[in-house]
């Protein structure tokens, strides 16, 4: 990605990995304290609050570094016209994970913890697609700009 420091996009799409994947291995998890269900168990229960623990670091760390793709990236590639649907879409579902996240832990009704919850993983799923479809789709509409684009854009 341009304009940010060499290693940044790797770091991004790791970090983005770890959560999407500690996400999606807490779903079990979820489906049995949350909707009280009987699941098999494909995580030893043990591991389940290290899990949470790492998938709110991981979290986190994505909501800074998607804070400077907001500044850079997004402004540059928005104003361009390129990508507009799936980076509003990915947007879009970042900012209401964050949201839902936040509620998960801070409601006080367990049936407002329950639908944040629920919306959390289902939006956390479709996010990882919208991910996936942005990365994928880069360079077939991208048209290459020089460095003085990106000094424009400010």
């Not at 991004?12 to 999606?24: A, E, R």
């Not at 168990?41 to 290290?50: A, C, G, M, Q, V």
């Not at 907001?70 to 928005?78: D, F, G, P, Y």
């Not at 361009?80 to 947007?91: D, F, N």
């Amino acid at each position: 990605m341009r304009g940010f420091p060499k290693g940044f996009y790797a770091c991004l799409i790791v970090i983005l990995l770890v959560t999407y994947t500690s996400g999606i291995a807490l779903i079990p998890h979820v489906i049995d304290i949350r909707l009280m269900l009987e699941m098999p168990e494909l995580i030893p229960f043990e591991w389940n609050r290290s899990l949470i623990a790492l998938h709110g670091i991981v979290a986190f760390l994505c909501a800074l570094l998607l804070g400077s793709v907001w500044a850079i990236h997004m402004r540059m590639w928005w104003k361009k016209g390129i990508h507009r649907i799936s980076g509003a879409l990915l947007s879009i579902c970042l900012l209401l994970l964050i949201l839902t996240g936040v509620g998960i832990h801070y409601l006080g009704d367990e049936s407002l913890i329950l639908m944040a919850s629920l919306s959390h993983s289902s939006i956390g799923y479709i996010a990882s697609f919208v991910t996936l479809a942005h990365i994928m789709f880069k360079g077939v509409i991208e048209t290459p700009i020089s460095t003085n684009d990106i000094k424009n854009t400010n």
